[in-house]
């Protein structure tokens, strides 16, 4: 049987960026976990964007789903 209702949204983790830039295509490593991925979107202030810098709230979309949670750091 078919997928019905609003379909797959892609998980963002949201978070400010602490030190640094993140970009489309950057890996990224998830602490505890050691899990990586490539970051496929970065969204800021409602709309999709290349990259953010220090001090800005961002929202990555990764290639990939990762067990995330809050407290955890995202880092390149």
Do not use: K, M, N, Y
């Amino acid at each position: 049987q078919g997928e019905q209702g609003t379909g797959h949204q892609p998980r963002t983790a949201w978070g400010r960026i602490a030190h640094g830039s993140v970009r489309t295509g950057d890996t990224v490593q998830v602490f505890p976990s050691g899990q990586t991925a490539v970051v496929a979107e970065v969204r800021h202030a409602g709309a999709v964007v290349d990259a953010c810098e220090a001090g800005q709230s961002a929202g990555l979309v990764l290639d990939r789903q990762l067990d995330i949670s809050r407290g955890d750091w995202i880092a390149s």
